[in-house]
């Protein structure tokens, strides 16, 4: 297991820190302290009277500029962190990253467990947590 583990985490490692990269560029727009949009604001980014979104598409009115630099960029942090920048071999490679996170978690606890088993039997420092 422990083989395993070492050799997906030299591919998986670019991978994950991109995943978690884009992930906390993504939020960090999000969470981004701003105003409320004034009337005006909300006003000007109305579509214009008649306006129908084709079937289909997903239409929004642009944002209104809450004073965040990196609004302008809410978009492309969303489709890198997901993978669709890439097309299907992009998602498919953040998919697998989220596996290889599952993987990680459990092989991870698996040595943890046998290498805490071992030095039971062994007599060694009782617990949990060793030096």
């Known amino acids: 297991m422990r083989k ?3 050799w997906m985490s030299v591919f998986f490692a670019v991978i994950m820190i991109w995943v978690t990269i884009t992930g906390l560029l993504h939020y960090a727009v999000v969470w981004w302290p701003t105003q ?5 604001d909300l006003a000007a980014a ?6 129908v979104c084709p079937e289909g598409w997903r239409c929004s009115p642009p944002r209104p500029d809450t004073g965040n630099p ?3 960029y809410l978009g492309l942090f969303h489709h890198l962190h997901s993978g669709s920048e890439g097309g299907i071999w992009g998602e498919i490679i953040v998919m697998l990253s989220g596996l290889a996170l599952l993987f990680f978690s459990i092989s991870g606890i698996w040595m943890y467990v046998q290498m805490w088993q ?3 039997t062994r007599g060694l420092k009782k617990g949990i947590f060793w030096k």
């Open 4 to 6: 395993w583990h070492r």
């Open 36 to 40: 409320e949009p004034s009337a005006v």
């Open 46 to 51: 109305a579509p214009p009277e008649g306006f």
């Open 70 to 72: 990196l609004a302008p």
């Open 118 to 120: 071992n030095r039971k």
